[in-house]
C-alpha cells in the first residue's frame, strides 16, 4: 500500500515495476530522488532568456520595419510569430515527454509543483518567450534548495518582472524617474488683483 502511494500519489503514476522498485522502503524510494544540482532539464541546450528576448527585439524591430515599409513581398512578423510559437511549443513539449519517460517522477512532480508555485503567464507575447527558459533558470535547478534561493531566483527573473510589469518600476529618486519627469510647475506671477490667499486659492 505505502509502496503504491509513493509511486502514484507522489509521482506522475506508477509505471511498470516502479512500485515494486518502492515496495522494500517507499520513504528511502522518494528520498533517493532528491538531489542538490535539483531537477532534470527537459532540454539538453535550451536556449537562455537573453537569447530569447534578443530574438523577440529582433521581431519588434521587424514588426516596425514592415509597417514603415508597406507590404513585404515575405512577411518578417509571421516569421517571427511562428517562431515564438514554435519556441514555445518545444519548450512544453520537451517537459511532456521528460514527465513521460523520467525515472524519477517524484522529483519532477516536485519540479511541477514549485513551477505551478511561482508561475508566469504566456498571455502576453514577450512573456511566453521565456516561459521555457524561465522554469529551465530560475526554477528546476534550486527546487531542493533553500525557499529564499528558488523564491530570489523566480521573483528576479526576465520573465517575472515582464509578466507583473515591474520592468517598467523604478525609484522615485533614480536616475529612469529622474530623466521621465516633467518638468517642474512655477507659481503664476501675481499681479493686479490676482493675490494669493492661502487656503483660498485666487482672488
Known amino acids: 500500500m505505502m509502496a503504491a502511494i509513493a509511486a502514484t500519489r507522489f509521482g506522475l503514476g506508477a509505471r511498470p515495476g516502479e512500485i515494486a522498485a518502492a515496495q522494500s522502503d517507499p520513504r528511502?524510494?522518494?528520498?533517493d530522488q532528491i538531489r542538490a544540482e535539483g531537477?532534470?532539464?527537459p532540454q539538453a541546450n535550451p536556449e537562455s532568456s537573453a537569447?530569447?528576448?534578443d530574438e523577440y527585439r529582433d521581431y519588434q524591430m521587424n514588426k516596425r520595419e514592415a509597417k514603415a515599409d508597406g507590404e513585404p513581398k515575405s512577411d518578417p512578423?509571421?516569421?517571427a510569430r511562428k517562431m515564438l510559437r514554435d519556441q514555445t511549443e518545444g519548450d512544453f513539449l520537451a517537459r511532456a515527454q521528460l514527465g513521460a519517460a523520467t525515472d524519477a517522477a517524484f522529483r519532477e512532480r516536485w519540479t511541477l509543483f514549485w513551477a505551478n508555485h511561482f508561475t508566469v503567464s504566456a498571455t502576453k507575447q514577450i512573456t511566453a518567450a521565456v516561459v521555457g527558459p524561465f522554469e529551465q533558470e530560475a526554477i528546476r535547478p534550486h527546487v531542493f534548495g533553500r525557499f529564499e534561493d528558488v523564491l530570489v531566483a523566480s521573483s528576479t527573473h526576465p520573465a517575472?518582472?515582464?509578466?507583473l510589469d515591474q520592468a517598467q518600476s523604478m525609484g522615485p529618486g533614480s536616475r529612469?524617474?529622474?530623466?521621465?519627469a516633467p518638468p517642474p510647475r512655477y507659481p503664476a506671477r501675481k499681479g493686479p488683483g490676482r493675490q494669493l490667499v492661502a487656503g483660498r486659492g485666487r482672488r
Open 39 to 41: 531537477a532534470h532539464q
Open 77 to 79: 512578423v509571421k516569421d
Open 28 to 31: 528511502g524510494f522518494l528520498i
Open 51 to 53: 537569447q530569447r528576448l
Open 160 to 163: 517575472m518582472l515582464l509578466y
Open 176 to 180: 529612469a524617474a529622474l530623466l521621465l
